[in-house]
């Protein structure tokens, strides 16, 4: 008959299969465990430390070690610095305080994106804006705090990461420890007897484990496996994932670029800095090496909304068409444009981000002569509805009725869907169902020869007049396609000719995103092999008794309390029974001996682990 034990050695049974109890080391016994006590010195004995043995390595986690503080000196303390900054607590802090500083990048408006609400932000609070400045809120991804926390963060996880991997390949290249002394002092521990020999409960063993995709090794009278090097592997992958993300970001804000560009129908983009309406880059880009060389027309801008329902007016149909070339002598090709379907050219990507109107206008001065023919001046859309709002400069070749030279200058407003007359001045559909332009004019100086720089889109009114109607007020007047506004007093006049389509482009490059994503990718997989791999250890003992017997015994350890251990060794000890069935001849069994035949599947923990 088979005998299992909870945490016996066999070698010690009595003839009712229970272990003797050491009277001088052991207190109180609890349902069959004997607990062990301590020394006086509380010193770990010998079994102690063959037991810590055999569960090290689990982990390539750092030891810590307190200094010395009394004899540090510099190269302790430069050492003790070092651990410090290299462990895993500091490197999530640090990640941590990367996020943190993250907030008011997005919260705060941006020098590199938005400068012109940086300074709306600076004229609006006269405290915070100074206060900010100083902490370089403003710029917070190039900040020196920012800087600072990043650095540390990308020292912390090499110096974390290099020592632990090279730890790692030596337990790869190594084999599992020795079996300790006492196996039944493990957390997971189960015994029989058997009739087979020794030899064979090893060789049975050993082929078991490597069958299971353990790592075994036969050594002395025991096997040892181990298995889940793959959870490790998720924890180096996961830091190192973090360390490729931390530079493909570096790297992509350092060789950045952006610019956007409005285009009318009929016209072309070059890809040269002169070319965008705005532009910004990283600190460590060229605009003479690192711009693509590329151009593009604009052919048709096509686009359909939904005409009816609580959609109304939402894009069904959002496209550009363009022929485009790459390099200076590059074959013509076609393309259509959508909206996250961009154009990709060497690393560059043109995104289809905008879309609004450009009346089409024909100025002409107090003698009639022709100041501007049939322009197109693109306006800005306000709503979803595209109610566009811009201004219309005539800087050259004007003369009023007294023959002096003057610019003229008029804020536009435009639908192009209007309601009619008496309804409110926004258009009522993005489509051109029912343009109109509504014109306001001035006369003056429009200040672009000042040498300032100053919005397309916006009139300086510094030194402009306003046109007076005959009610004395500023001359404004709607106009339908085809109408013409004659300016007071004989000055001009201007013809509204019909709508030209306009579509705005976003041009990026950012090196690096793909290494990022990677990264991301591989981050996510590592972290989910770290947290639901588990690595773990069996040792398998055969040994003959003192009666000629064979006693096998059979302890698993994990890296951390988990009920699937002890079912695991439960599993291997019912297969490897079944390979070496117990004894027939057992003369030290009571003869009302109930066990069964088998070993007891279900594992119960060892001496000394329900602490």
């Known amino acids: 008959m088979s005998n299992t034990t909870t945490g016996k050695t066999p070698t010690d049974k009595t003839k009712t299969g229970k272990t003797k109890t050491d009277k001088t080391k052991t ?15 509380d010193k770990p004995t010998g079994d102690d430390q063959d037991l810590g043995a055999a569960g090290s390595q689990l982990s390539t986690a750092p030891k810590e070690e307190a200094p010395n503080l009394p004899s540090l000196g510099v190269v302790g303390w430069a050492r003790w610095f070092w651990r410090q900054l290299t462990s895993m607590r500091v490197a999530l802090l640090l990640l941590l305080l990367l996020s943190l500083g993250a907030i008011p990048g997005s919260l705060i408006p941006q020098d590199g994106v938005d400068a012109l609400k940086v300074e709306e932000f600076r004229d609006n609070h006269d405290i915070l804006g100074p206060v900010y400045d100083k902490l370089g809120l403003f710029h917070v991804y190039s900040s020196v705090w920012f800087s600072a926390i990043y650095i540390l963060l990308f020292v912390s996880l090499i110096g974390c990461i290099v020592p632990r991997t090279w730890q790692f390949v030596g337990q790869l290249r190594g084999r599992p420890p020795r079996a300790p002394r006492r196996l039944d002092r493990l957390p997971a521990y189960t015994t029989w007897r058997t009739g087979a020999e020794p030899e064979e409960v090893r060789e049975a063993a050993l082929k078991l484990l490597k069958k299971r995709r353990f790592r075994a090794d036969a050594v002395g009278d025991a096997v040892a496996a181990e298995k889940g090097y793959l959870r490790e592997v998720g924890n180096l992958a996961f830091h190192i994932a973090l360390i490729v993300m931390l530079i493909a970001f570096a790297w992509g804000q350092l060789f950045k670029y952006e610019g956007n560009k409005l285009v009318l129908e009929g016209d072309g983009f070059s890809n040269t800095l002169t070319q965008y309406d705005d532009f910004k880059s990283g600190n460590l880009f060229d605009a003479a090496h690192d711009l693509a060389p590329f151009s593009f027309t604009l052919k048709d801008f096509h686009g359909t909304y939904e005409a009816t329902g609580p959609n109304r007016g939402t894009p069904r149909v959002y496209e550009a068409k363009v022929t485009y070339s790459e390099g200076a002598d590059g074959a013509e090709k076609s393309k259509t444009i959508e909206v996250n379907k961009p154009l990709e050219i060497d690393g560059s990507k043109v995104y289809l981000v905008s879309h609004g109107y450009a009346p089409i206008l024909t100025v002409k001065d107090a003698k009639g002569d022709v100041v501007m023919d049939k322009q197109a001046v693109a306006l800005l859309p306000l709503d979803a509805n595209v109610t566009s ?13 007294k ?6 200058g008029f804020n536009a407003f435009f639908l192009p869907t209007y309601g009619g007359k008496g309804s409110t001045m926004l258009s009522s559909f993005p489509a051109l169902l029912n343009p109109m332009l509504a014109l306001s004019a001035y006369h003056g100086d429009l200040g672009v020869d000042a040498g300032i720089p100053q919005s397309v ?15 004395g007020k500023l001359f404004k007047q709607q106009l339908k396609v085809g109408d013409t506004m004659t300016l007071p007093n004989g000055a001009g006049s201007v013809t509204f000719n019909g709508v030209q389509e306009w579509a705005g482009f976003q041009v990026t490059r950012q090196p690096g995103s793909g290494w990022a994503l990677g990264g991301a990718v591989i981050a996510i997989l590592g972290l989910a092999g770290s947290l639901f791999i588990r690595r773990r250890r069996v040792w398998v003992r055969a040994v003959r008794g003192a009666d000629g017997v064979t006693v096998v015994e059979m302890a698993g350890l994990g890296r951390s309390e988990s009920a699937k251990v002890p079912e695991e060794l439960g599993d291997l000890a019912g297969v490897l029974y079944d390979q070496t069935p117990a004894a027939t001849d057992e003369p030290d069994a009571p003869e009302n001996d109930d066990t069964p035949d088998s070993p007891d599947t279900h594992v119960v923990p060892a001496e000394g682990a329900e602490k």
């Not at 023959?403 to 003229?408: A, D």
């Open 27 to 41: 207190g109180k016994t609890k349902t069959g465990k004997a607990t062990t006590a301590k020394t006086p010195a």
């Open 389 to 401: 709002s811009g201004a219309v400069k005539v800087m050259d070749g004007y003369r009023n009725a």
């Open 403 to 408: 023959g002096e030279k003057e610019q003229l």
């Open 457 to 471: 889109y916006q009139l300086d009114k510094t030194n402009l007049e306003e046109f007076k109607g005959s009610d």
